[in-house]
């Protein structure tokens, strides 16, 4: 992976929020995998052409901090960074912020172990390591 930030442009949609137009907590995983898909996509790799060739990404640790409320229809940036790599695990790390403010509102981590379709586990490719 040449590229090992990337950050995309979250707009939170309306049945994503309570009825006070706040972002609810279970939407941030949601967002979380859609910034290491685009990270992935800007390192070349689409996960549907992973998976075809019997590589597979599961979350076996997900943290994540709120110290901001998102609100509906305001613009978001989410930067995602891969922080590690070992030879069956990567890590990531994630930044939620406004982007006309930096005002950080949330903060978070996984970690994805590479499996095979059956769900073992299973070296990440040696073309995907960093450096």
């Given at each position: 992976?040449?590229?090992?930030?990337?950050?995309?442009?979250?707009?939170?949609?309306?049945?994503?929020?309570?009825?006070?137009?706040?972002?609810?907590?279970?939407?941030?995983?949601?967002?979380?995998?859609?910034?290491?898909?685009?990270?992935?996509?800007?390192?070349?790799?689409?996960?549907?052409?992973?998976?075809?060739?019997?590589?597979?990404?599961?979350?076996?640790?997900?943290?994540?901090?709120?110290?901001?409320?998102?609100?509906?229809?305001?613009?978001?940036?989410?930067?995602?960074?891969?922080?590690?790599?070992?030879?069956?695990?990567?890590?990531?790390?994630?930044l939620l912020?406004?982007?006309?403010?930096?005002?950080?509102?949330?903060?978070?981590?996984?970690?994805l172990a590479?499996?095979?379709?059956?769900?073992?586990?299973?070296?990440?490719?040696?073309?995907?390591?960093?450096?």
């Amino acid at each position: 992976m040449q590229k090992e930030s990337h950050t995309i442009t979250i707009v939170p949609r309306y049945c994503e929020t309570d009825q006070a137009g706040v972002v609810h907590h279970t939407v941030y995983g949601v967002w979380l995998e859609m910034g290491r898909t685009e990270l992935l996509r800007a390192n070349g790799y689409v996960y549907r052409d992973l998976e075809k060739t019997g590589v597979f990404f599961v979350v076996v640790d997900m943290a994540i901090r709120y110290r901001r409320p998102a609100f509906y229809d305001e613009q978001l940036e989410l930067t995602t960074t891969c922080t590690g790599m070992s030879m069956a695990r990567v890590e990531h790390s994630y930044l939620l912020k406004r982007p006309t403010t930096g005002v950080v509102l949330a903060e978070g981590k996984t970690t994805l172990a590479c499996v095979d379709a059956e769900g073992k586990v299973q070296r990440v490719p040696e073309y995907m390591n960093l450096g």
